[in-house]
């Protein structure tokens, strides 16, 4: 099956059926949507840690499988950004509970800590959301540049050009090709020694 030819119907029909290249093609299509919409609040709050973030899209995805996937269940494409719209309201709804229990967490209140969902518990066991705390506790294996190259690239979606602009990175044009394919192919793959941390 083709999967980059289905409408986004028809690919959370594939994906509520455990289709494994399905899922795949989800996230092809919509993590950096999901991302964007994080690292942005994440800026305006003035918190753009990258563990934060990751932390927030595995928060969002957990929140998509709750309840046996309810959000995706009940979505009706009306017109053809309607899942974009809902990912992006959904991760923004994610990122306005953190901040707002950070802050009531300063100002003394709630010390016992606040599930996402009565059924949260149940969303662990989905493999999807398996695979996207996994791929959050790999990211954390690399080295702090190609952490930074991950995060210009994939989340932010800055080009090789605009990422080799970062006198920081030392990096050509060319090099930070070469890293972010390297990245992906790693990221697909088993880890290799050259992106992990010294």
Not at 94 to 103: I, K, N
Not at 114 to 133: F, G, K, T, W
Not at 166 to 189: C, F, M
Request: net charge positive.
């Amino acid at each position: 099956m083709l999967y980059r030819s289905l409408s986004h119907s028809s690919l959370i029909a594939q994906c509520l059926q455990g289709d494994e290249d399905a899922w795949n093609e989800f996230l092809e299509r919509f993590n950096k949507l999901i991302a964007a919409t994080l690292v942005r609040q994440c800026f305006r709050r003035g918190d753009n840690a990258l563990a934060l973030i990751d932390d927030l899209i595995q928060e969002t995805y957990l929140k998509l499988c709750a309840n046996n996937f309810r959000i995706l269940r009940e979505f009706k494409e009306r017109h053809e950004n309607a899942l974009a719209g809902l990912l992006r309201q959904t991760a923004l709804s994610v990122a306005l509970d953190y901040f707002d229990r950070a802050g009531a967490a300063k100002r003394g209140a709630g010390r016992d800590a606040l599930s996402l969902d009565e059924n949260l518990e149940a969303a662990y066991a989905q493999p999807e959301v398996v695979r996207m705390i996994d791929l959050g506790n790999r990211l954390r294996s690399l080295n702090a540049r190609d952490q930074k190259i991950f995060h210009l690239h994939f989340i932010q979606g800055m080009t090789s050009a605009e990422i080799s602009n970062k006198p920081e990175l030392g990096l050509s044009d060319k090099g930070v090709q070469s890293a972010t394919l390297r990245i992906r192919n790693w990221l697909r793959d088993d880890p290799s020694p050259k992106c992990r941390r010294p």
